[in-house]
């Protein structure tokens, strides 16, 4: 586990999507998060207080988070420098990048002497289990989606929350690297050797007996050939109850992946509920997430209706309308079994 | 590339299945095998000269493959000690075991000093890329399972001889430890990191335009739930032309799950396909391989004959039968067209 209150990095960074980890943390987990860290050249802010690393530690944070990439996650001169700044101070590193705190010498040698932790959140842990596929207890949800990068954290996130609204026990179960930080541990499973996916999966979400529900961040897409072991062996370890199907209408082409056309939501979702039904077999599918931030309200509004219609299933932009009709059908199967009966 | 030939690994082993990867190599592979080194202890044996480290060097053997696996794979002090000893009289040392050569210090030391070469055959090659499933030329098949261990490699291995043998260019790709001994090369893909998958088998099998055949060989199964990510990967990477399945009719349980049925082979073959047409919409199914060790000549036969009548493909026991049926109908699909007409 990762030492909270967190102090987060800006550094020297001028590019919006580049601190997407740092902004994710700012936006889910204010409550941990007590001010930023930026130099004088950086034009971003999350809107949170600016402090140095001695007035960080003045004011609680235990954690120095670099949740910002630069280009090849690689680990500049300028990370290395502030971080051993900030151990001076009394924080901890915690780092996402590709490139790893344990492998520069400067750091490892300053966190010794100092007696801070620095931590890898790329770095599965060791001894993950291979995956069995044993029925196990519990509620599980696993979000989906056409794509990589369509909302799968965010709206994982939401339905964890707009769950503990109504009173339920619920817990995000983090598989990336911002989830990780945002959850205080998780399993970075792009970084899980091959063999190991679902037993990751397996070891992240064990079975639970308390009646509570476990939110299970979901990674790439059955349709991303680049990406689609991982979606496979996720889903298979999650052994879901329940998917949610995320997908930003806006994307022409598959991530990364100019000319390759996106799947149809009803083709995707028959293809992850059949993966799925190898471990889950009374697995069903509870709704769609949309990303409509590139159209207006109204036009908004009216393609989620649209597909409410054609698949029978709520949709909704968590951002812009809630998550309160997917968790509605998550409680109350109704809808999406009669579905079921029709389209499986 | 491991230097050849080889010298054989035994040791002191009697565990039959455990001396798989020294007698695979054996079989396959008699031309560069001059030798197997046991112990007086060891009552195996491969049909090979019995041969001391130097008596070894003097026929002309360039390294020693530890071709066994003791209880979770680990490097006793025996195979330490022999491995020391083969170096000392001019051997290079390759390991498929999950413990790694590398890490023991006195292998290393003894390597450096007397200029060999350690081989772990487990470990992935750096800079593997990301898939990016883009079309590529060339042909190439793959092997497929119902189940982990029911003859890939060794129908692939069958396939690839069997169209070198009628003048075609046939280049086996090993994807597990024995096969890369086997080739003196490949990717462990159980080792890859999972987000790489894809892209791994994608680097081991590149565009071809000489008109011959990458013949690939499978891992893992759709249906094995511990494993189904690195054959939904595999499949993606390996933009398969033609696939063919292999079973093992005697196979009651997925290997390791006890309880947990094997699917069955019409549903098999449809899944693969399924999965296979994400990267290579056109592919085909052009046979079943079956080992049938476990059951007489007859009934051997007429189980194939049945399959065959039953799915409209060859369907043969490559040790028994060979795999000529098989070749027919990758080098002219008219039959399994047909069938794919009628069950895609």
New interface residues.
């Given amino acids: 586990m990762i030492a909270t209150p967190y102090l987060l990095y800006l550094g020297h960074s001028s590019d919006d999507i580049g601190i997407k980890t740092s902004r994710g943390l700012a936006v889910f987990r204010p409550d941990i998060c007590v001010g930023e860290f930026r130099h004088d050249d950086c034009p971003l802010t999350l809107g949170l207080p600016r402090m140095g690393f001695a007035e960080a530690v003045a004011a609680g944070a235990r954690t120095l988070v670099l949740g910002i990439a630069n280009a090849g996650g690689t680990l500049g001169e300028d990370l290395i420098e502030d971080s051993i700044a900030a151990m001076e101070a009394g924080l901890d590193v915690a780092s996402g990048l590709h490139s790893r705190l344990k492998d520069e010498p400067r750091l490892v040698a300053t966190a010794a002497r100092t007696g801070r932790t620095l931590h890898d959140v790329r770095d599965p842990k060791p001894n993950i289990p291979?995956?069995?596929?044993?029925f196990r207890a519990g509620n599980r949800l696993l979000t989906v989606g056409t794509d990589c990068s369509v909302g799968k954290m965010y709206t994982t996130l939401c339905l964890a929350r707009a769950m503990q609204a109504r009173g339920l026990k619920a817990d995000f179960r983090a598989t990336g690297q911002t989830g990780i930080l945002i959850a205080g541990d998780g399993v970075p499973?792009?970084?899980?050797?091959?063999?190991f996916?679902?037993?990751a999966i397996e070891q992240l979400s064990p079975a639970r007996e308390d009646g509570g529900w476990d939110l299970i961040e979901g990674q790439g897409s059955l349709?991303h050939?680049?990406?689609?072991?991982?979606?496979?062996?996720?889903l298979?370890?999650a052994q879901p109850d329940v998917l949610v199907m995320c997908h930003d209408p806006a994307r022409t082409d598959m991530r990364?992946?100019p000319g390759?056309a996106l799947p149809g939501l009803a083709e995707c979702i028959a293809?992850n509920l059949?993966?799925a039904q190898?471990?889950s077999p009374q697995v069903r599918i509870a709704g769609i997430a949309l990303n409509t931030s590139a159209l207006g309200e109204e036009e908004a509004r009216a393609l989620c209706a649209r597909i409410e219609d054609e698949l029978a299933l709520p949709c909704t932009d968590p951002y812009r309308m809630g998550v309160d009709a997917i968790v509605d059908e998550v409680l109350n199967p109704a809808r999406s079994l009669a579905k079921a009966g029709e389209a499986v």
């Fill in positions: 291979i995956g069995t596929g044993r499973l792009d970084a899980v050797v091959a063999d996916i679902s037993g349709f050939p680049s990406f689609a072991g991982v979606s496979t062996g996720l298979h370890g990364g992946l390759r293809a059949k993966v190898l471990t």
